[in-house]
């Protein structure tokens, strides 16, 4: 059962990247967006690829969350950036992963802040080489270590 419900989180977050991305580079609302990968993408076959079924409610929270929170997040993560860097100057993949896992670092106690970073460097993994994935895994570790520095992990 736990083996399930991970994967089906992982998937969850990884179709809440791409929701995320997808909101970025065209706009599309997000109501959309949420309808769209449920009818669609989430535990679809594309092109010949079966993707695993991801936990709705969980890939809602943080597509909805994100969005609604994202001034806070942006604040988070450009606050740790170095000086000469720009929320702007990340590729949007990048700023996808980041506000996702920002998210549930903020958001979401119930999941620990291992589990959160483990998998978004996961996420990273699938776009980008070992450098940016080790960038995801330090932004997202300043994040938690301010989001829940008052719980112990």
Do not use: C
């Not at 609604?68 to 992963?97: C, K």
């Not at 300043?142 to 112990?152: C, D, G, Q």
Request: proline share 3%; charged share 30%.
């Amino acid at each position: 059962m736990t083996q399930v419900r991970s994967r089906s989180r992982s998937a969850a977050r990884l179709a809440a990247v791409q929701a995320l991305y997808q909101h970025d580079m065209e706009g599309t609302p997000i109501a959309r967006l949420l309808h769209e990968f449920h009818e669609h993408r989430l535990g679809a076959t594309i092109e010949d690829e079966k993707y695993h079924e991801a936990e709705q409610e969980f890939f809602d929270d943080i597509v909805m969350g994100a969005e609604a929170r994202q001034g806070d997040i942006d604040t988070l993560i450009s606050g740790r950036l170095a000086e000469d860097w720009t929320l702007e100057r990340l590729d949007r993949p990048m700023r996808a992963i980041l506000r996702a896992g920002a998210y549930e670092l903020i958001a979401r106690p119930d999941v620990p802040v291992a589990t959160v970073i483990t998998e978004y460097v996961d996420v990273a993994h699938a776009f980008y080489d070992k450098r940016e994935s080790g960038f995801v895994n330090g932004l997202l570790d300043a994040i938690a270590k301010e989001a829940r520095s008052t719980k112990a992990d």
